[in-house]
């Protein structure tokens, strides 16, 4: 999968035509930002997301990871259906 969004805004602004014709970058298209955002938008099991508030008061998602260990090598893994941080020992 590309690193970049489907919709170049940069390109899309350096090649722009006039704005009286719709040229970038002063008329964005609703359609590209939805495009972008769905491209943006990763998909996973809704027990591993919340919602919190985000800039300027948005609402926001956030993947639910458990909270890094602080010493040793681990790995993040599944035990028992749960997300848990696996010490390599154990692996």
Not at 53 to 66: D, M, S, V, Y
Request: charged content about 15%; some cysteine.
């Amino acid at each position: 999968m590309s690193k970049n969004p489907p919709i170049s805004f940069e390109v899309l602004a350096k090649s722009a035509n006039s704005a009286k014709s719709g040229g970038y970058p002063y008329t964005l298209k609703g359609r590209d930002l939805d495009q972008n955002f769905v491209f943006a938008t990763i998909q996973v099991d809704d027990s591993l997301v919340t919602t919190t508030t985000g800039p300027g008061g948005h609402t926001a998602r956030k993947l639910k990871i458990p909270a890094v260990p602080v010493g040793g090598t681990y790995v993040l893994g599944a035990v028992g259906g749960t997300l848990t941080w696996i010490a390599t020992e154990e692996c």
